[in-house]
Structures are given as structure tokens and as C-alpha cells.
């Protein structure tokens, strides 16, 4: 028996360094971690000891015999990996990177943002250094997207909260929430109070499709529609038309396929999960039959992971309804697939599409429709979106690289609500250089750069680092880069010592914003919700609004 990482994994590698036979693939330092879509187990080492169970953040990690239908192929996904990359083991002595000298002192950080990369950094900084961490937010509430982005069918994937709570319980971290910097306090002042400050802000507007009537009432993009199912104050009071009988989605990549269940899985599945209310009682009356997802690219190049399309083979009262015709290969195409080296999950991505195409929907089912090798041209309609039109791709190798290429066919599909999901952007932060381009701060491993040249206690990580790619556990490797760089910048007597210290900072705070939500406040909001979700079966009733968040914050 072995045991073998499933669907929710999050990439976080917590589990590799816990194998004593080193059977987890691949590691942070292979060149295969970067893209690879989730980790995977080697059935023919691993002993069954269980030690990567209780690693892993994310509950993803289950024994062989115990895998539900829906997990069962991934023992087949996990065994598939190490067919292409044989498992070589590295016992070498794990190294433990050097702690500051104590003659140091304490090193003060101030985090920017409490999302998922701003509480990996944090739990870094804890773990290698003595150190005071001040970590703020403008928002009341911690965790970032594990709480406003990910879908609300899969609890699994937001117990990493659960991983970070536990680190933070000690005072020497201290939340701000309800801080925005900028507004209550600014960059100079933190700077001020502190040794470094790392920017760990994400990327909170989405790119746009740049065609005529894409501001027509009825279109949006994924990013609002994802705040607001998951009851992100500042966007609880949006509206979406779910009148239709049809929604189109542009984009296919997990998000698309995010938004793709959330509008086709029955109600009475959402009820029991932390779906805000508003959006449940709005889905509750949506007459949407049928999500169509288009891509851009072919079935082999979509963005989706193969687990998460594997995934939606499994929803209640769900067709996915694929064309054969979609499945048409290019030659560049093909030759990935028949390549003997071809990566498992590719191919695994096109073996599904061919399933789910081979199936006969049933006519009482709601139905999630892909289309392939489609560019939007138009969002059309008489004062609200009535239809989305589109040209046809064909798939063209330029200098090497796989390009879509528009052709003259077009489509229209009638539609009442379209959103689009084609990746998130960052945005300026004040009195920081920007990268306009790339929607990221220009940074170099995590030390910021103005003009080429690091500025002094400077740092990034997550999105805004590397741009809007990678699932949750990506940030873990990603801050601790960029903390190694801040640790050796201290070290080397490079960071200025704050003239402020933490009862300055408070003080400060506290003639700004009134309404800081520190520890305690948190901890408050935290228990409403779990204690108001727990007579109907839910994991919380979350509060939609600042005001609400205020008042259970308050003793």
C-alpha cells in the first residue's frame, strides 16, 4: 500500500522534506517544480508511514485504499509521473539555513498584504530569525484568496489557513487589518518602523479582452464574480444577470473552471459549504442551463490543470460536453503527444477531452461546453450582452514558439452573461517603481529595483513578484527567496535600524485608524462565523460587509 497526493494538492512542498525515503517529485530545486501541476508519490518506494498526511496543509495526501471514486485515477497519475522521471533519491543532509547573530538583535518586518505569499514570508521570517513581524491588510479579515478566491466546493484547498493560524498564534506577529497603506500610514513610515518591508500585495484587477461591447451590462470579469460568490466586501453589492439559459466564460484556465461550477452544481450542494449568502440566494433563481468555456489555444495547450478537469467529471446533475470535432490535432500537436518523453498530465489533459467528447449528455443535466481555438472578436447586444462572437484559431509555430492565429471563420454563441477570465494583473503601489508592461514591481529575486539598483529594505513576493501564476502553495518557495535576500541584507549590516519601534507603531495606528482589527479582532470574526454556520451544516456564514466584519470584531 502506498500512499498517493491528489487533486487539492497546492504545491507547497511541505511533504518533501518529511519523506525518510524521499519518494516525493519533484522538489523545489528540480527544474520540473516551477511548472509541474501538483507533486506526486512513487508507489514502488513510499512505506506507508503516513509522514506527508501530516504535512500536508491542504488534507490532499490519502492511502491507496482509501481513495474515494472521484480520487481513485490519481493512484494511476501519481505512479504515471515517475514512469517519465524515475526516482532518483537524494539523502543528502538537509542543510538548515544559518540564524542571524543574536548580537543583531531583533529584526523588525513589516508585511504588506495577508495572503498566502505574505503568510509564507511571515512564517519563514518566524521560523529562521528573531524577529517582530507587523503584517497588515486593508481588508478586516486575513488569508487573502484562500478566503475570497477559492471556490467554495473545495474546503480542502482553504485548511492552509488552518497552517498559518497555528504559526501566528505567538505575539511576535501582530496583525493590522482594516490598514490600508497609502491611506492610514505610508510607505516612509513603515520604513521608519522597521528594518524591511516586504510587498506581498497579489494582483487584484484582471486583464481585459479589448473588444468592442466588452462594457456592456451582463459582461464582467471572473474576478468580480469569484469576490463575490465568496463574499468579498467590496464586491457584495455587485449584481449578475443569471436570467439566461447560457453564460460564456473566456478563458480556460482553473479559475474559468472555478466560476464553470459554481453556476451549473445545484444549490443545495453550495448550501453546504462558505458560499456568501447573497450569492447563494441569487443562484438559487438562476435559470443557467449551460457554461460554455472557450480557449484560445487547442486541447493540448488549455490553461486548466488535468485534475481539476478530471475533477468535473464528477458533479451531480453535470454534463461535460466536448464536440469531436474540437479534438482535431494540429502536426505540433500530435507530435507533443506521440513525443515517448510527452509529460504525463498532457497527456492525460487530452486523454479526458477525448472521454468526456465519447459520452452522450443527458438532456435533464446542466451542461459545461468547451470550445477550443477560439479569440473573442465582440460582445454584442441591445443595451446588454445578447451574444459573444468569435473567430476560429488555427495553431502556428513562429521562430518556435506555438502561436493562435485568428482565421476568417467566426461564431456568435447568444448569451446573457459573459465573464472573462484571462489572468489577473497587479497594480501600482504608492511610492514604488512599477513594471507597466508586466504588471509587477520590478524586483530582482525578491529585492526591489529602481533604475536597476535594489532599494533599501525593499521586498516583494507573490504575484506582485513573478506576475499572476502559480497555485497557492507556488508562494512558499517563492518567499522563502525572497526572504533568504532580506536575511542576508540584515545580516551584512545593509538594512537601516528603524527609529520606531512596536509601541511607536501602535501608537501611530491607533491615532490613524480607530477601527484596526488586530489579533483579537480577527479571532472574534472568525468564531461568529464558524458558530453561525455551524446549525446549518456549514464551515462558516461569512460577513459581507466592512460593517458587519467591524461589529464582530468589536468586544
Request: aromatic fraction near 6%; charge should be negative; proline fraction near 7%.
Amino acid at each position: 500500500m502506498a500512499y498517493v497526493i491528489t487533486q487539492r494538492c497546492c504545491n507547497d512542498a511541505s511533504c518533501v522534506p518529511e519523506c525518510p525515503v524521499d519518494c516525493i517529485r519533484p522538489t523545489p530545486e528540480q527544474p520540473e517544480f516551477a511548472t509541474t501541476e501538483q507533486l506526486y508519490i512513487d508507489p514502488d518506494t513510499c512505506i506507508d508511514c503516513g509522514a506527508c498526511v501530516d504535512a500536508c496543509p491542504v488534507e490532499a495526501i490519502f492511502s491507496e485504499d482509501d481513495l474515494t471514486a472521484s480520487l481513485a485515477r490519481f493512484r494511476e497519475i501519481n505512479a504515471g509521473y515517475f514512469e517519465r522521471h524515475p526516482l532518483e533519491s537524494n539523502f543528502d543532509p538537509l542543510v538548515t539555513p544559518a540564524r542571524p547573530p543574536k548580537e543583531l538583535g531583533t529584526l523588525r518586518v513589516a508585511i504588506v498584504g495577508a495572503g498566502p505569499a505574505a503568510c509564507y514570508a511571515a512564517d519563514e521570517l518566524l521560523r529562521r530569525a528573531d524577529v517582530e513581524v507587523e503584517m497588515f491588510d486593508r481588508l478586516p479579515t486575513p488569508w487573502g484568496l484562500v478566503r475570497a478566491g477559492v471556490a467554495p466546493d473545495h474546503p480542502g484547498t482553504k485548511t492552509v489557513s488552518n497552517m498559518f493560524d497555528s504559526a501566528f498564534r505567538r505575539d511576535t506577529l501582530q496583525y493590522h487589518l482594516n490598514v490600508e497603506v497609502g491611506q492610514h500610514i505610508s510607505h516612509e513610515e513603515l520604513l521608519a518602523h522597521h528594518h524591511a518591508v516586504i510587498y506581498a500585495v497579489g494582483a487584484s484587477t484582471d486583464r481585459r479582452l479589448g473588444v468592442p461591447g466588452e462594457e456592456l451590462p451582463g459582461s464582467h470579469s471572473a474576478t468580480e464574480f469569484v469576490a463575490w460568490y465568496n463574499g468579498h466586501p467590496d464586491f457584495a453589492e455587485r449584481t449578475f444577470d443569471l436570467s439566461g439559459e447560457r453564460a460564456v466564460i473566456v478563458g480556460n484556465g482553473n479559475v474559468a473552471l472555478d466560476v464553470a461550477r459554481v453556476l451549473t452544481l445545484s444549490p443545495d450542494e453550495l448550501a453546504k459549504t462558505d458560499i456568501a449568502d447573497h450569492a447563494l440566494d441569487a443562484l438559487r433563481q438562476s435559470n443557467i442551463r449551460e457554461v460554455v468555456v472557450l480557449g484560445r489555444r487547442g486541447p493540448v495547450q488549455a490553461a486548466y490543470t488535468s485534475s481539476e478537469f478530471l475533477a468535473l467529471g464528477y458533479l451531480k446533475g453535470v454534463d461535460v460536453v466536448i464536440d469531436p470535432a474540437e479534438l482535431e490535432l494540429d502536426p505540433h500537436s500530435r507530435a507533443l503527444l506521440d513525443d515517448p518523453d510527452a509529460e504525463p498530465s498532457l497527456v492525460l489533459k487530452y486523454k479526458l477531452a477525448q472521454e468526456y467528447a465519447a459520452k452522450t449528455p443527458d438532456p435533464a443535466n446542466k451542461r459545461i461546453v468547451f470550445r477550443y481555438l477560439a479569440s473573442p472578436t465582440a460582445v454584442t447586444g441591445d443595451g446588454r450582452v445578447e451574444a459573444l462572437e468569435f473567430a476560429h484559431n488555427e495553431l502556428a509555430d513562429e521562430d518556435g514558439t506555438l502561436v493562435a492565429r485568428t482565421t476568417d471563420r467566426t461564431e456568435t454563441i447568444p448569451a446573457a452573461l459573459v465573464l472573462r477570465s484571462i489572468g489577473y494583473r497587479g497594480e501600482p503601489v504608492p511610492d514604488l517603481p512599477f513594471d507597466e508592461r508586466a504588471g509587477i514591481i520590478p524586483n530582482e529575486g525578491g529585492r526591489v529595483l529602481a533604475d536597476g539598483e535594489p532599494l533599501t529594505g525593499v521586498y516583494v513576493a507573490g504575484w506582485i513578484k513573478r506576475g499572476a501564476r502559480g497555485v497557492i502553495g507556488s508562494n512558499r518557495v517563492d518567499a522563502a527567496q525572497t526572504v533568504d535576500h532580506l536575511l542576508v541584507d540584515f545580516t551584512s549590516g545593509h538594512l537601516a535600524t528603524p527609529s520606531g519601534d512596536r509601541a511607536a507603531l501602535k501608537t501611530l495606528l491607533g491615532q490613524r485608524q480607530p477601527d484596526l482589527v488586530g489579533r483579537e479582532g480577527w479571532k472574534a470574526i472568525d468564531t461568529a462565523e464558524r458558530s453561525a454556520g455551524k446549525s446549518g451544516g456549514r464551515p462558516r456564514v461569512k460577513f459581507t460587509s466592512r460593517e458587519d466584519l467591524l461589529k464582530a470584531a468589536r468586544p
